[in-house]
């Protein structure tokens, strides 16, 4: 990888997204904890929907400019993770996901510590799991749901019921979820057993 990938503009994208991860949490953070107001959840959504546009762009700016780089495609499923999982946290602990559908946030989270763990495993042993549709759509309804979250509360008082519609599609993208993560693990689990033998 030559020094100027880098700072090439497909990884400042992927670092960009990092750095929107603590403005996320700050936002929610405020908005909750010191009572920053409702105008707080709008600025987090918008700060994730960058965030998440980058998302798109980077990979595909790379790959036309072919300046795809190691640090590139270590940050990049990285800053993805940190993003959702954040998001999710700060969510639950601001009460917009409670009661049973913490299980919905729980399973994505796991599923997220599991196939990266896979992953690192099963690139040791220069074996790659090609990403499926399934599993971009499962993105998208998790990217999606977790927007609709941040809007929470403030976007109810504008439109009823848009909570409850992040708490569908949380529910929906976490059985996507456990659907994609049992790909993954049987894939681990064929060279795990193949390798104890």
């Known amino acids: 990888m030559s ?18 991860v603590p403005l996320v949490a700050g936002c929610l953070f ?8 409702l105008w707080l959840r709008w ?35 990285i800053a993805d993770k940190l993003l959702v999982s954040t998001s999710l946290l700060m969510l639950a602990s601001d009460g917009t996901i409670r009661g049973w559908s913490l299980w919905a946030a729980v399973v994505i989270l ?33 990217l999606v749901a977790v927007g609709v979250l941040l809007a929470g509360p403030a976007a109810d008082k504008l439109v009823p019921g848009i909570t409850l519609g ?7 993208a976490a059985v996507l979820t456990l659907y994609t993560g049992w790909d993954y693990f049987r894939a681990g689990a064929r060279h795990l057993i193949g390798d104890s033998r």
């Open 110 to 142: 796991c599923r997220e510590i599991l196939v990266s763990g896979l992953r690192e495993f099963l690139a040791e042993l220069r074996v790659s799991v090609p990403v499926t549709q399934l599993a971009k759509w499962k993105t998208t309804a998790q």
């Open 43 to 77: 600025l987090a959504l918008v700060l994730y929907i960058v965030a998440a546009i980058t998302d798109f762009f980077d990979g595909y700016l790379a790959r036309a400019w072919q300046q795809q780089s190691a640090i590139g495609r270590m940050l990049d499923p």
């Open 166 to 172: 992040g708490i569908v599609l949380l529910w929906i």
């Open 30 to 37: 405020w908005a909750d904890i010191l009572e920053g107001g």
């Open 3 to 20: 020094r100027g990938h880098a700072f090439s503009l497909p990884n400042i994208l992927t670092y960009g997204r990092c750095v929107a």
